[in-house]
T-cell receptor, first 112, second 113 residues
Framework: SAVISQKPSRDICQRGTSLTIQCQVDSQVTMMFWYRQQPGQSLTLIATANQGSEATYESGFVIDKFPISRPNLTFSTLTVSNMSPEDSSIYLC?????????FGQGTRLTVV | GEDVEQSLFLSVREGDSSVINCTYT??????LYWYKQEPGAGLQLLTYIFSNMDMKQDQRLTVLLNKKDKHLSLRIADTQTGDSAIYFCAVSKGTDSWGKFQFGAGTQVVVTP
């Protein structure tokens, strides 16, 4: 298994600012992903974080709004840029080891 | 309709069995997962099944897969109050898509004494 830690666990941010969320895995994972869980809803995949190259974004998500880095196999960051209240969500990082995928505890973001 | 569908709510008495159902549309889904989310927490992997299997049992958990009907279920035996949570069904196409999931909306399970 893998233990995935996210920082910060929660934050309250002013609209128009940006927040960078960090995701650290305790072991090497093959793939890392970022998801968003809007209030009362399920999880939606934002992007696949690719090591050493640009992330692969899902439909509806763009690099300018959600820049992602993955400098090595165990670490990734997601930035939520130019935030608006609609960005208030839980953001979750996940990583898989073979067929098992594990999630961080999430970052609860509130934009005011 | 949605690619992965779940009923939204299930109430069960402590000690009874819970059955949570999930249907999916993509027949190329090869790995099917169940996750548990407790209030304020992340997702905990409960179990998963490969599409070439019909059933998988892990202690109190039994997963049944009907690939023909694209129907997945999770049975929790002897349900306890600690099982109260939201349960998510997730499907993946596997190989290079492991961990790249489509999630259901989640089933809120409430266990009553």
């Amino acid at each position: 298994s893998a233990v995935i830690s996210q920082k910060p666990s929660r934050d309250i941010c002013q609209r128009g600012t940006s927040l960078t969320i960090q995701c650290q895995v305790d072991s090497q994972v093959t793939m890392m992903f970022w998801y968003r869980q809007q209030p009362g809803q399920s999880l939606t995949l934002i992007a696949t974080a690719n090591q050493g190259s640009e992330a692969t974004y899902e439909s509806g998500f763009v690099i300018d709004k959600f820049p992602i880095s993955r400098p090595n196999l165990t670490f990734s960051t997601l930035t939520v840029s130019n935030m608006s209240p609609e960005d208030s969500s839980i953001y979750l990082c996940s990583g898989n080891t073979g067929t098992e995928a594990f999630f961080g505890q999430g970052t609860r973001l509130t934009v005011v | 309709g949605e690619d992965v569908e779940q009923s939204l709510f299930l109430s069960v008495r402590e000690g009874d069995s819970s059955v949570i159902n999930c249907t999916y549309t993509d027949s190329s889904s090869t790995y099917l997962y169940w996750y548990k989310q407790e209030p304020g927490a992340g997702l905990q992997l409960l179990t998963y099944i490969f599409s070439n299997m019909d059933m998988k049992q892990d202690q109190r958990l039994t997963v049944l897969l009907n690939k023909k009907d694209k129907h997945l279920s999770l049975r929790i035996a002897d349900t306890q109050t600690g099982d109260s949570a939201i349960y998510f069904c997730a499907v993946s196409k596997g190989t290079d898509s492991w961990g790249k999931f489509q999630f259901g909306a989640g089933t809120q399970v409430v266990v009553t004494p």
